[in-house]
């Protein structure tokens, strides 16, 4: 009688895969590292950034280039799904290296 079985020893070892990695989160660290210490400030916190205004001017392939209120020209890569919807004198908000809003106009 084989005890072994193929199903018995890939079961086994995905069990025990799953376990270590599991185990793996529950590691402590000294109080000095991280956000445990409450007395270190959090410094994995971005601050906010506020979108900027913008008009497309152009769009070639996944790109368009967008004039910013101040002047400066911008080419940022978008979806495919809103190039559809940027055509040149678009309004857009941009933040974060990308568009993060579209205005249509009525």
């Given at each position: 009688m084989r005890i072994f079985t193929p199903k018995l020893l890939t079961g086994t070892i995905l069990s025990a895969v799953l376990c270590a990695v599991a185990g793996t989160s529950a590691i402590a660290r000294p109080l000095g590292e991280g956000s445990l210490n409450p007395n270190t400030p959090n410094t994995t916190e971005a601050e906010p950034?506020?979108?900027?205004?913008?008009?497309?001017?152009?769009?070639?392939?996944?790109?368009?280039?967008?004039?910013?209120?101040?002047?400066?020209?911008?080419?940022?890569?978008?979806?495919?799904?809103?190039?559809?919807?940027?055509?040149?004198?678009?309004?857009?908000?941009?933040?974060?290296?990308?568009?993060?809003?579209i205005e249509f106009s009525r």
């Amino acid at each position: 009688m084989r005890i072994f079985t193929p199903k018995l020893l890939t079961g086994t070892i995905l069990s025990a895969v799953l376990c270590a990695v599991a185990g793996t989160s529950a590691i402590a660290r000294p109080l000095g590292e991280g956000s445990l210490n409450p007395n270190t400030p959090n410094t994995t916190e971005a601050e906010p950034v506020q979108p900027k205004h913008g008009e497309v001017v152009s769009r070639v392939s996944n790109f368009a280039t967008i004039e910013m209120d101040n002047g400066e020209h911008k080419i940022i890569a978008v979806a495919r799904w809103k190039l559809g919807r940027l055509e040149p004198g678009t309004d857009v908000w941009v933040a974060y290296g990308r568009i993060v809003a579209i205005e249509f106009s009525r």
